[in-house]
Nanobody, 125 residues
């Protein structure tokens, strides 16, 4: 299975932008639907965006719609999360996750198999 390493987190002011990257090891990245989760202190882990194996289907949690964009480059074994118009409530540790799926056409919102170590995003007001 793949192994995942996130990067791109940091500290920004409200209204700013960050792009998170998640690099996957192995040669089967295109067999995995991908997701970005976040977890703030004292809160449950939350799926914020997901993308199908092909990249043609995406999901966004309501609070990030219109501000976040998930994308992937299968040739580079990488999935991205572009985050614009950041708000203090976006502050969390962001995790990349992978789920091996049969279908190429649909994103996945269930239980993921593989997780990265997380990257911290802090948005100040």
């Amino acid at each position: 299975q793949v192994q995942l390493v996130e990067s791109g987190g940091g500290s920004v002011q409200a209204g700013g932008s960050l792009r998170l990257s998640c690099a996957a090891s192995g040669r089967s990245f295109s067999n995995y639907a991908m997701g970005w989760f976040r977890q703030a202190p004292g809160k449950e882990r939350q799926l914020v965006a997901a993308i199908s194996r092909s990249g043609g289907s995406t999901y966004y949690e309501d609070s990030v719609k219109g501000r976040f964009t998930i994308s992937r480059e299968n040739a580079k074994n990488t999935v991205y999360l572009q985050m614009n118009s950041l708000k203090p409530e976006d502050t969390a540790t962001y995790y990349c996750a992978a789920k091996r799926t049969v279908t190429t056409a649909y994103y996945f919102t269930g239980t993921y198999d593989v997780w990265g170590q997380g990257t911290q995003v802090t948005v100040s007001s």
